[in-house]
């Protein structure tokens, strides 16, 4: 499990998760994530497009996040492989309802700062 960023813009920061988002994968990003994401950056994208397995602990810090970026007034959207176990957690909760769910990085990063 790894968690990395990088602030791409004045207003924009990418947060790359790779591994597992399963029990033990968010304990160990869980707090790093939620400090990442309270930055004061208006736009976040989350790239999860290296993410192998998204449990529903994984999808609570996720919703949770996002929620934090846009009571700021921010956006947050994630990268998701859309053929991948990923997407097809975030289309059986929902979630791709509530943080919009993009192929690439680039089109991600449009979006937060449309």
Do not use: C, W
Not at 40 to 52: E, I, Q, T, Y
Not at 100 to 107: E, I, L, R, Y
Request: hydrophobic share 50%; proline share 3%.
């Amino acid at each position: 499990m790894s968690i990395s960023y990088e602030d791409v813009a004045a207003d924009l920061r990418r947060i790359v998760i790779s591994g597992r988002l399963d029990m033990p994968g968010t304990d160990s990003v869980a707090s790093q994530l939620a400090q990442l994401t309270a930055a004061p950056k208006r736009a976040v994208v989350v790239d999860l497009s290296h993410l192998k397995f998204l449990a529903s602990i994984g999808i609570r810090a996720l919703i949770s996040s996002a929620k934090e970026v846009q009571k700021r007034g921010g956006k947050m959207a994630l990268v998701v492989n859309k053929a991948s176990t990923v997407m097809m957690s975030l289309e059986a909760t929902g979630v791709d309802e509530l943080i919009p769910v993009f192929g690439t990085s680039a089109d991600a990063e449009k979006a937060v700062l449309a």
